[in-house]
Structures are given as C-alpha cells and as structure tokens.
C-alpha cells in the first residue's frame, strides 16, 4: 500500500503542473500583442516557462520564486530567488525591480501576472514607516500562534503597498490579466498571494482582531500602518483566471486511486484545523474502517485537501504535513493494513526538505525498537526528525506547483 501511495501522490501532483493549463489559458485570451510576464510564487519558474514556451521564446519578464525552485534560464526574463515563508532581503531586492520594471507602461500595454502559493512572501513592498524586521516578526509570531492563512494575510496586507490590490493600481493604466494556481481553501483572489490584482479594503478593526485573538503585541509603527485606511481606486482594467486548484489535485488522486482497485471517497476539500488534531481523527477513521465499524467497502481510500496549521510550543522540526502525519502514526500503533499520507504539493513542508509523511501502524513500533518515542516527538514539534528515524519521511525535491495539501487513506483487508 506505500507504494500504491506514492503512486497515487506522484501522479496526483504530475496532473497540477502548470504547463498544460498556462498554455490551454493563453490559446483562449489569444491576445493582441505579447504581454510582459511577471511571476511569483513557487510554481512561478514553471509558469513563466511555459508562457516562454507558447510564445517561442519572444516575451520578456520577472520571474520570483522561492530558493531552490528556479530550474535554470528562461530567455528573456530575470529571476529571482528569495525567502519563504518569511520575505528577506531578496525579497524587497526583487519585487523593486519588478516595480521599476513597470513604472511606466502605457494604456496599450498587457501585463500578465502568473501567481502561485508562496507570493505573499516572495512579493513585498512595505509602507513607509515598515521595515523588513517587522514584517519578519509579526509573520513568524502569526505562524507560530496557528493562525489560519487568511488571517495571516490580512495583516500582510495592511503593511504592503503591493498587496491587496496595490499592484493592480501602481500598473495601471496598462491592461492586466492574472492567471493563478490556487493554494488556498475556497479559492479566492483576494487571499491567493494576499491578491496583489484584487481590490480589497480591509478594516483597520478586523487586522487588530487578528492581534488581540492570538495576544499579539506590536510596534506603534505597526499599529499605526494596520489602522491605516485605503482610499477607494477607480477601477482598472483586470481578468483573473483560476487555473489550477485543490479541487483538481484531490479529483486527480482519486481517480488514481480507483484505478489501483480502491473503493475511494473524498471527505473534504477544505480540512483546516489542527494539524494533530487531524492526524488522529483520520486515524480514527482508518481505525473504524479496517475493523468492520462503518459500511465503506475495503480496500478503501479516503481522500482530503486542505491545509492545517501546527501551534508551535516546542523547538523541534517539521511541517504541517509531516506533524499531521505523525500525530496519525501514533493513533495507528499496532493496527495493520493501514496507510496514511500527508503531502505539501508544493514539495516542501514548514522550513524542512521534505514533501510530508507516509506512515501506518508501524511508525511508532521502529522509533520504539530505536529506543525512541512517537509521543516526544510530536510535543517537541519535532516530526521531521522522527519521520526521518522511522523511515516515512517523504521527499519529492521543489515540484514546481503549489495546490495546498493532499491527505491520503489507504485501508486494505485484513
């Protein structure tokens, strides 16, 4: 059943890179003239080759991604590597480019913006008054409070110029058109990449909320930016198309999974909560489900998208996929013919090389004859370390797209 997994998971994320659906995008725009390409997040090497590709190599753009995931010279374009999930000095360095870049374009001109998961960190511009250092702190204490991505973003938002539609306004007058890889739950614009080419105002009293709910304190020059408010733009000129999302990768694995002989059910596409949490609830269904409990037929796979968070309280290291993961290893112990996968598309989970964890009821059993202990591990936020010592650790390397989360259930018979 591992091996069934990774095939499922493999073939799950071939189906969401961004190849096929850039060009099947650009055959329907048919535009008037080649457009400037500007692109970021961590499917943006992808994304930019492929336009590259479409047009025979006669375009011309930016091209920001996250450190490792650039694959090589595109013609035409520059790239950039910066930080993720905290923006750094490469960051600011690139994204200033890419305005200087834009500074001047006229009416006629078309831009088209290539957006994936990770541009909230890899495309910044900050107000005046906000420097890199506070951005980087309230982002890595919003992380490790738990805090859903949305709520996140919100805060990124109100200390941005870019953000929130900023990068809408500073391009015009010049026509837009946004084609995104959607890595979050509900699929709206306005929180992929925090919508750099998506009007939103937000309320200076919700972006304190966020603050007060996870008792976090600020700077007055924070403060005073979140208490900022945007005066309305007219509007400019602007396409937003969706070409990729959770939805496709979690259809993707199931029909994969129907082809390997399993009786499949997706239970959701929007799991958000604990990543523990939902580790051992999913466990609890495998659980159910081997031993005869409910009515779905064996061999089964269940299949889930989302995205969880962990609440950091120990020093250890992992990611959410990798602490779902474990935490599901140690509800598992002991039970047979059971696997459960938690995967980040994307290829990398939390600040680790790893993609995620395939464990089963054997996880806990090898860190034991090791004389270590399952339950230790996950309270020290320390799953990669004993995913890597039990052996399911999984490790894909950057895969050049980015759809959120992808859970796998696999029960065989007893």
């Known amino acids: 059943m591992r091996i069934d997994a990774e095939k499922i998971i493999n073939h799950s994320i071939s189906e969401v890179l961004p190849e096929k659906s850039v060009k099947s995008e650009l055959s329907k725009l048919n535009l008037k003239k080649n457009p400037l390409v500007i692109a970021v997040g961590k499917a943006a090497w992808r994304m930019a080759a492929a336009c590259s590709e479409y047009y025979n190599g006669a375009l011309s753009g930016y091209v920001i991604t996250?450190?490792?995931h650039s694959m090589g010279i595109i013609p035409g374009f520059e790239i950039y590597e910066a930080g993720h999930p905290v923006p750094d000095e490469n960051t600011i360095k690139a994204t200033d480019e890419v305005l200087m870049a834009t500074s001047e374009l006229s009416k006629d001109d078309i831009v088209l913006f290539l957006v994936s998961g990770g541009g909230s960190a890899l495309f910044e511009s900050l107000v005046p008054g906000i420097n890199l250092e506070d951005m980087r702190i309230i982002t890595n204490e919003l992380l490790k409070s738990g805090a859903s991505i949305r709520e996140i973003n919100t805060i990124r938002k109100k200390l941005s110029r870019v953000k929130g539609g900023g990068f809408l306004k500073w391009l015009a007058p010049a026509e837009v058109i946004t084609l995104s890889l959607s890595d979050v739950l509900g699929d709206d614009p306005k929180v992929i990449a925090s919508g750099p080419t998506v009007k939103d105002e937000i309320g200076s009293e919700y972006a304190m909320s966020i603050l007060e709910k996870y008792e976090i304190e600020v700077g007055e020059n924070i403060e005073n930016a979140l208490n900022?408010?945007?005066?309305?733009?007219?509007?400019?000129?602007s396409d937003y198309l969706i070409i990729g999302s959770l939805d496709k990768v979690c259809k993707a694995a199931e029909e994969k999974?129907?082809?390997l002989g399993y009786n499949t059910y997706i239970l959701t596409t929007s799991l958000e909560c604990e990543a523990r949490e939902a580790g051992n609830m999913l466990a609890s269904i495998a659980k159910s489900t081997v031993e005869g409990k409910n009515s779905f037929k064996l061999p089964c796979a269940f299949i889930c998208g989302g995205e969880t968070v962990v609440k950091i309280k120990g020093n250890g290291k992992g990611g959410r996929n990798q602490e779902l993961a474990l935490s599901a290893a140690i509800a598992l112990d002991g039970l047979d013919n059971v696997i459960v996968a938690?995967?980040?598309?994307?290829?990398?989970?939390?600040?680790?090389?790893?993609?995620?964890?395939?464990?089963?009821g054997k996880t806990a059993e090898r860190l034991r004859k090791k004389g270590l202990n399952a339950s230790e591990f996950l309270d020290n936020n320390d799953s990669y370390h004993a995913l890597s010592k039990s052996g399911d650790i999984f490790k894909t390397g950057p895969t050049g797209t980015n759809v959120n989360d992808l859970i796998l259930i696999l029960c065989g018979k007893i």
Request: charged share 30%; with cysteine; aromatic share 2%.
């Open 66 to 68: 996250k450190y490792g």
């Open 228 to 237: 900022e408010g945007k005066k309305a733009e007219k509007c400019i000129k």
């Open 257 to 259: 999974c129907n082809e």
């Open 342 to 360: 938690s995967i980040g598309t994307d290829g990398t989970d939390g600040p680790t090389d790893a993609a995620g964890g395939i464990v089963s």
